[in-house]
């Protein structure tokens, strides 16, 4: 079942802008997740955080993790054509099992 | 980082006839695989969990007799998609897990049922 909810379910912005979107899940979690998923194809990981992490960065991306609200943010600095996709957040448990959430569609502007 | 292969990637079929796609680890051994259904700008629903040389587990909702996975190999899995009918048509992806956990996934089959 699905247990993410992300917000906006769509964002448009001007490239070199900063992207921001967020995740709320409703259980206990081990990790969470951040894929991007271009339009028809399969999903690529970006990053993952630990349940005992707070905030996580990768290149131009920023993860941050407040397991008391239960939510994740998702932050990409400089943005640039090329991130245009559908951005999902995937929350595990101990199986592996992900159930992801809704989704944010990015569009960058040129 | 890991590849895993999907095919085919398109797919047209006719209403009655069964389609079979196919998910595979090239590099690595994956002692679990998953199957997920995406329709059109939705998230991802996790079908069944394919664990290699047992009998796959399905979630709840999804019928086992209708949507057939096979892991025969730890490099191999394979859904099958019995008597298909329009509503079966969707995007299907699968993904192959290490055993640390890490997931990596196929690049999808969208299928399409006439």
């Known amino acids: 079942s699905q247990q993410g909810e992300e917000d906006p379910q769509a964002l448009s912005i001007q490239e070199g802008e900063n992207a921001t979107m967020n995740c709320s899940y409703k259980t206990s979690i081990n990790n969470l997740q951040w894929y991007r998923q271009n339009s028809g194809r399969g999903l690529v990981h970006l990053i993952l955080i630990r349940s005992n992490e707070r905030e996580k960065h990768s290149g131009r991306l920023r993860v941050t993790l407040d397991t008391s609200k239960k939510s994740s943010s998702l932050l990409i600095t400089a943005s640039r054509a090329a991130d245009t996709a559908s951005y999902f957040c995937?929350?595990?448990?101990?199986?592996?099992?992900?159930?992801f959430g809704a989704g944010t569609t990015v569009t960058v502007r040129a | 980082g890991a590849v895993v292969s999907q095919h085919p990637s398109r797919v047209i079929c006719k209403s009655g006839t069964s389609v079979k796609i196919e998910c595979r680890s090239l590099?690595?051994?994956?002692?679990?695989m998953f199957w997920y259904r995406q329709f059109p700008k939705q998230s991802l629903m996790l079908m069944a969990t394919s664990n290699e040389g047992s009998k796959a587990t399905y979630e709840q909702g999804v019928e086992k007799d209708k949507f057939l996975i096979n892991h025969a190999s730890l490099t191999l899995s394979t859904l099958t998609v019995t008597s298909a009918h329009p509503e079966d048509s969707s995007f299907y992806i699968c993904?192959?897990?290490?055993?640390?956990?890490?997931?990596?996934f196929g690049e999808g089959s969208r299928l399409t049922v006439l």
């Open positions: 993904s192959a897990s290490l055993p640390t956990g890490e997931l990596f």
């Open positions: 995937a929350t595990d448990g101990n199986d592996y099992k992900l159930s």
């Open positions: 590099d690595f051994q994956a002692t679990t």
